[in-house]
């Protein structure tokens, strides 16, 4: 046996995976390299995934968005106590030099302390980051530990409902852009979810834990949430059922002015103001002309603590022959109104108003790749628009001044790292790679001065006097 040191990746794989067990017998076990509930995105998946996310940019660009980053790790207080029961979920990091930090759960909270920090009265944001939760992976249904959140977000003091109809118009825009298939963005409001549990009857202390109960319709039946919120968490029957005929419902406009006239509902001050805003709401969707992709639906909870006004969350709506080929992704978009949450941080409680959006863009990213894998569509994974060949012995230095002179002009531009490359091997990595166009330098076009520029589609050649190569070829790829 070599020294350990001289020992091949795979053989110490091999070692550390054999463990001895009291009777002698060697058992053989799986070696992990990776931690669950993560995953490494290859070239082909980081083109789509590239593509989407510049789709998603573009439109916050198109609102008037500005960009803006913040740390992957927070001091755990900025944290704590913003998340309600999603709290638990929280990466908490070792204690080093005397700071407890946490890895952010979302890009939320980090914007309201940035706002609060820099006391930021009025910002219209973006942002593309990681994130980290510590939940159970459920990979076919695009969800992990460490993902990625693309937000939008609008902090100021401005009139009711006309930053808030802008955020649905932006979501209706993305969902339509990556043509998914029909979708339907539910829309609520945490003053008229709170009003219904009031005079539904349930206790202000179980607010928060029947929401959470409410925010699982839709991947549970209502019985099994009414099971839950009468066996574990103490829910009288007959509360919960009052609760039921409420959370059933769903509509547009009309349902808002039903709930108006609700005998209950109209008695209480919160629900009230919650559903004039949501009456105004839906004059502005009108103008916007997405009146009809949303939906009020009484039974949208939103699990996190911190919304305070309007909520919503993008589906898509699955015919039953697309139901059987894919998977349920649940929530492709969501967000809301947060009006208190930037006065959490300081003393002095400087207080923003702010409504958002959150695209799902790792659930957008399953759907899109597992289309792409039943269509067996291919995927270019670089941009490479030209490749320099010869089809002779001791041309290196000539392609290396062609490709310099390419480079340097703006053309993306690929060789082979060979001395004497075959042309069959070079135009054959070009038909692989989708390379649209070859020029190939050889003997007889030093000699003339010239250049032959190739067609890998249709393999047509033509002679090109080099110095008018580089206009030549940017001519060929404007036009096509």
């Not at 649905?168 to 852009?177: T, V």
């Not at 603590?305 to 080929?325: C, M, N, R």
Request: net charge neutral.
């Amino acid at each position: 046996m070599p020294p350990f040191g001289l020992l091949p990746m795979r053989a110490w794989a091999s070692l550390f995976s054999q463990v001895l067990r009291p009777s002698g017998l060697v058992c053989v076990r799986e070696v992990h390299f990776q931690s669950q509930g993560t995953r490494d995105l290859s070239p082909q998946q980081m083109v789509v995934r590239e593509k989407i996310l510049d789709m998603v940019v573009g439109c916050f660009k198109r609102h008037g968005a500005k960009r803006l980053d913040t740390p992957a790790f927070e001091l755990k207080e900025m944290l704590t106590e913003k998340y309600g029961e999603d709290s638990g979920l929280i990466y908490d990091l070792k204690d080093q030099g005397g700071e407890l930090l946490s890895l952010r759960y979302d890009l939320t909270v980090p914007f309201a302390r940035y706002l609060a920090m820099y006391k930021v009265k009025k910002m219209k944001r973006y942002q593309v980051g990681k994130v980290w939760r510590r939940e159970s992976p459920t990979i076919v249904q695009g969800r992990y530990r460490e993902f990625c959140q693309c937000d939008f977000d609008i902090a100021g003091q401005f009139d009711p409902m006309i930053p808030d109809a802008e955020c649905l118009k932006i979501m209706c825009e993305i969902l339509s852009g990556l043509q998914l298939g029909d979708f339907l963005i539910k829309v609520n409001d945490r003053r008229i979810l709170d009003g219904m549990l009031a005079v539904c009857g349930v206790p202000e202390s179980k607010f928060h834990a029947i929401c959470s109960s409410i925010d699982k319709l839709g991947k549970i039946s209502w019985n099994d949430v009414r099971h839950e919120m009468v066996a574990k968490k103490g829910l009288a029957p007959e509360v919960a059922d009052r609760i039921g005929d409420y959370v059933q419902c769903h509509g547009g406009v009309s349902l808002v002015e039903e709930m108006f006239q609700d005998s209950r509902l109209s008695q209480n001050k919160q629900a009230l103001e919650g559903l004039g805003d949501l009456k105004l709401l839906f004059e502005y969707l009108t103008l916007f002309g997405i009146a009809e992709k949303i939906s009020f639906d009484l039974s949208l909870a939103r699990g996190l603590d911190y919304y305070t006004g309007v909520i919503y969350e993008a589906v898509l709506l699955q015919t039953p022959a697309q139901a059987e080929e894919s998977f349920n992704v649940g929530s492709v978009a969501a967000g809301g109104r947060y009006d208190g949450l930037v006065g959490m941080f300081g003393p002095r409680g400087h207080k923003v108003p702010c409504v958002g959006l959150s695209i799902g863009v790792e659930r957008i990213f399953a759907i899109v790749e597992q289309r792409m894998k039943t269509s067996g569509q291919k995927i270019r994974t670089t941009e490479t628009q030209v490749f320099v060949a010869t089809p002779q012995k001791n041309f290196l230095h000539e392609r290396l001044k062609l490709i310099s002179e390419l480079w340097d002009a703006g053309i993306k531009a690929e060789l082979l790292y060979k001395n004497n490359p075959k042309l069959l091997t070079q135009l054959h990595y070009c038909e692989q790679m989708g390379i649209p166009l070859v020029v190939i330098i050889g003997e007889q076009e030093l000699k003339e001065g010239v250049i032959k520029l190739r067609s890998v589609a249709s393999r047509e050649e033509v002679a090109i006097k080099r110095e008018n190569l580089v206009a030549e070829i940017q001519k060929t790829l404007s036009e096509s």
